[in-house]
């Protein structure tokens, strides 16, 4: 009887650590505070033409989240970065573009979703329609034989777009991937030679990519000539329900009727 016991131990402990181990993974969960703001005193090149942005399909919007989601957005009370918001903004050297927060199970890498990431100040570019290769506004013929190049088109663009994901691995990883865009004074060239907001002349974007292992409870920066992105990730008070097992519990051996 007592090696059937034994037997029974060592062909389920095992199993029973892995689903301890995967719903102790799934009842994590963590928030995630994101101070985005621009260097305004900063210059850099390399810049290119305002485009929309394209981030990944599946990305998910904070305003469009409900409480009880996995992912939900969390008003200003649950700021904890609101003192060096204050700061940043008091500061003629640093603009505030955005400050978020949001709670979300800390999934896998595989699992886990990217949150878009928008706003600040919101910038009008206009552009004129592409010409075919053979017109240029030197020919004579221009203005009869491509009249459409005289119209232009405009679009809105703001002035933080993209997104963040924070996966949990053995640490914490971020990933962002951010465009910041603003208005620049421009040369025949179309390259950035002065960052001028009141005689701007064209918009232009610079992407912000990094990838960073994080602890939790540590404040982290990300910088860039640009743009900087302070980053808290903390474990939330608030669990999720542990997930139900759909398994009925074996019946220990050696009990009644053996």
């Not at 009842?27 to 101070?35: F, M, R």
């Not at 292992?213 to 302070?230: A, F, I, K, N, W």
Request: aromatic residues 8%; charged residues 15%; contains cysteine.
């Amino acid at each position: 009887m007592r090696q059937d016991r034994n037997a029974w131990c060592l062909l389920y402990a095992p199993l029973l650590g892995m689903w301890l181990s995967t719903a102790n993974a799934q009842t994590t969960a963590y928030q995630v505070e994101l101070l985005v703001f621009s260097h305004l005193d900063a210059s850099i090149a390399g810049g290119s033409p305002a485009q929309p942005f394209s981030g990944p399909s599946s990305m998910l919007e904070l305003a469009e989240t409900q409480a009880g989601d996995d992912f939900r957005a969390l008003g200003s009370d649950a700021f904890t970065l609101s003192a060096a918001a204050s700061i940043l903004a008091g500061s003629a050297g640093y603009h505030v573009i955005e400050h978020v927060a949001w709670r979300q199970p800390g999934w896998s890498e595989n699992a886990a979703m990217s949150v878009h990431i928008h706003g600040g100040a919101t910038h009008q570019s206009t552009h004129a329609p592409t010409l075919p290769p053979e017109a240029t506004p030197n020919d004579a013929q221009f203005n009869v034989a491509y009249p459409y190049a005289q119209r232009q088109t405009s679009a809105s663009f703001e002035e933080l777009d993209g997104t963040v994901k924070v996966a949990l691995g053995q640490y914490l990883h971020v990933y962002t991937d951010l465009v910041y865009r603003e208005p620049v004074t421009t040369t025949q060239g179309a390259q950035p030679v002065e960052r001028s907001r009141p005689t701007a002349s064209a918009l232009f974007e610079y992407r912000v990519q990094n990838q960073r292992r994080m602890r939790s409870r540590e404040l982290h920066y990300l910088d860039h000539p640009l743009v900087g992105v302070l980053i808290k990730i903390t474990p939330s008070e608030e669990q999720p329900e542990a997930p139900e097992s759909d398994v009925a519990p074996e019946p220990e051996p050696g009990g009644a009727g053996t």
